[in-house]
């Protein structure tokens, strides 16, 4: 098949991957869409709620006889019977169904799995060919393999800072300081979290909705700290576009609506312990935390080192006298791994050394 037709093929099944993602857990959300013969689109499904049955079993169910000769575009590499299985392989069902070629986004960083769904196919004669859309197909599942490894998610940070590294004009000011190209982006990082962090001055200084926007994808979950002096109910976090979860180390406060979940912690001094808040993420079964932090929890992060990724997008204009992002001057002072243009921002990238599990090659 084209490349490009593969990668068109390949988008569409990201995207219903990106739209069940946070509803499969503690399964990744995969997608899959069956083409016939001829090319043409005959099923489509995405792993199903609570994470069975899975993707390919769907949509090869819906294609029937449809499949023989045909493609299916998956962005997971069809899984192999292992101990404790709890559905049937989808690789045997691929091979069973009379496809001809499978198209796969990655593999699966599951070690039960990682390349024997591929090996499987080959071996029954299919062609198999690797459609990673750049990088953005293993990097939505680069947090599945940190959690089967460590039970805890990836967390990814992400700031934005003027060109001088400050966060706000003044203290308390809502201050726009990137621009639609950045704001984009967050929102795809978004689209790739099961949950999103904020510390409770962040709802009460900027009033974020939190939810996945610009581009198309679920909105996560999103996770507040609650601040001694509450938040107001007002606040668009409460509102109902998405499940919010509310975190403290005191009893469920009286003023928290009824609508948003309370979780408490064991206390780190006068706050939530930021680690207890990320286990109990693991056991949600949660693979990956964005986390939108002010300078108060950047600090703690920081200094805790409670991240795996970190994005700091600076803009090119300055805010002198602002706020500073990060008054300890913790922030990395290594090179950065990656960087990116994002309109007039820049975006630059840092990751843990040896925190995240490299997926496995496909061949
Ligand atoms: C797929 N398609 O849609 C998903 C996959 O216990 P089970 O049978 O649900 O298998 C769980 C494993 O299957 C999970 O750990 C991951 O490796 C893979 N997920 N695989 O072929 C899917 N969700
Ligand atoms: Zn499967």
Redesign the pocket.
């Known amino acids: 098949m084209d490349p490009k037709i593969a990668s068109k093929w390949m988008e569409d099944a990201f995207a219903l991957a990106t739209e069940a993602r946070g509803t499969?857990l503690p399964?990744?959300?995969?997608g899959?869409i069956v083409l016939d013969k001829a090319g043409k689109p005959v099923a489509k499904a995405?792993?199903s709620k609570d994470?069975?049955p899975?993707?390919?079993?769907k949509a090869l169910d819906l294609a029937g006889s449809k499949a023989s000769g045909g493609t299916l575009v998956?962005t997971?590499?069809?899984?192999v019977a292992f101990p404790?299985?709890?559905?049937?392989p989808?690789?045997a069902a691929a091979i069973l169904s009379g496809i001809e070629t499978v198209i796969v986004g990655t593999s699966?960083p599951?070690p039960?799995?990682a390349g024997r769904?591929i090996h499987a196919l080959r071996k029954a004669g299919m062609k198999v060919v690797e459609c990673p859309l750049e990088d953005r197909v293993p990097d939505f599942y680069a947090g599945?393999g940190r959690f089967?490894a460590t039970g805890t998610p990836r967390v990814t940070v992400k700031i934005a800072v003027s060109s001088d590294g400050n966060v706000a004009a003044k203290p308390g000011q809502r201050t726009a300081i990137t621009g639609a190209e950045s704001r984009r982006f967050v929102h795809s990082l978004r689209s790739r979290s099961d949950a999103i962090l904020v510390g409770g001055r962040t709802v009460l200084v900027d009033d974020p909705k939190l939810t996945v926007r610009d581009v198309a994808g679920r909105s996560p979950h999103r996770l507040v700290l609650w601040p001694s002096a509450g938040l107001p109910d007002t606040a668009q976090i409460w509102t109902n576009s998405a499940r919010t979860t509310a975190f403290g180390i005191q009893e469920r406060p009286a003023k928290l609506p009824s609508s948003v979940d309370w979780v408490r912690l064991p206390a780190d001094g006068d706050h939530v312990d930021l680690a207890a808040l990320v286990a109990w993420c693991g056991k949600q079964g949660m693979h990956d935390l964005l986390v939108e932090p002010g300078p108060t929890l950047l600090q703690s992060i920081l200094a805790k080192e409670i991240w795996d990724d970190l994005w700091v997008l600076r803009s090119d204009a300055p805010l002198a006298g602002g706020v500073p992002a990060d008054p300890r001057h913790l922030l990395p002072k290594e090179t950065p791994q990656a960087s990116r243009t994002l309109g007039p921002d820049q975006g630059r990238f840092w990751r843990q050394p040896n925190r995240l599990i490299p997926i496995p090659p496909l061949s």
């Not at 399964?27 to 995969?30: E, G, H, I, T, W």
């Not at 404790?84 to 049937?88: D, E, F, N």
């Open positions: 499969t399964n990744p959300a995969v899959c995405a792993t994470g069975r899975h993707a390919e079993r998956v997971l590499e069809p899984c404790g299985k709890k559905s049937p989808c690789a699966d599951n039960h799995v769904g599945f089967l």
